[in-house]
């Protein structure tokens, strides 16, 4: 029997003075730039994020050792800030910087394999970090994952999927409210125990 559809809304965050605000998803950065993502989910699951840097690798930056010692279990409802007492900052070399979310009732095997230590739930600690991409910075666990394992999961897991992406320019809804916000939403409608969300995010950076 099929339960509630699954879904998220993200929305990238933009340093503005002290504040961080809220920016268009097609937001062209800059060098000197600094973001956060807003990831929110309709329920409990598993949320897992990675980004990918100037050397094609894709390296975790949610779960996080600063978070819960790296569980990954979300409640939902609770917009979470990624990256965890960080910001990534844009360098000055042009390009198109990658993340990928994904979010799930159920734990993620083939993605816990390579972001949790064999040991135990826990993310591999601080003190074994490796540098992350040249044109983002932030600290982030050592483990890689390559290309083609990112690619596999987004032909897997983006069956059925609606997005919808909001912002200054799309019309206000007739609720009381009629706020416009700017984010992008994520919804897998079968309601499947087993269904995922994931969500592809492109920032260019000239």
């Keep these: ?76 409802w609770n917009a979470l800030v990624v990256p965890v007492k960080a910001r990534l900052k844009f360098d000055d070399l042009a390009g198109t910087e990658k993340l990928f979310i994904v979010f799930s009732r159920t734990p993620q095997e083939n993605l816990e394999n390579m972001i949790y230590s064999l040991q135990g739930s826990k993310i591999k600690p601080a003190a074994d970090q490796t540098a992350p991409s040249k044109h983002l910075v932030v600290s982030v666990a050592s483990v890689d994952i390559d290309n083609n394992t990112v690619g596999q999961l987004r032909d897997t897991y983006t069956r059925d999927l609606i997005i919808e992406k909001i912002d200054d320019k799309t019309p206000p809804d007739k609720s009381p409210a009629g706020k416009k916000d700017n984010a992008t939403y994520v919804v897998n409608p079968s309601g499947s125990s087993e269904s995922r969300v994931v969500a592809d995010i492109s920032m260019v950076h000239q």
């Design 1 to 76: 029997m099929n339960g509630t559809p699954l879904g998220l809304k993200y929305t990238i965050l933009k340093k503005s003075g002290d504040d961080m605000v809220e920016v268009p998803p097609d937001t062209v950065f800059h060098a000197d730039d600094r973001i956060q993502v807003s990831v929110q989910t309709n329920g409990p699951g598993y949320l897992y994020v990675v980004h990918q840097g100037s050397s094609g690798t894709w390296v975790p930056v949610f779960p996080s050792p600063e978070v819960a010692e790296g569980d990954n279990h979300v409640d939902g």
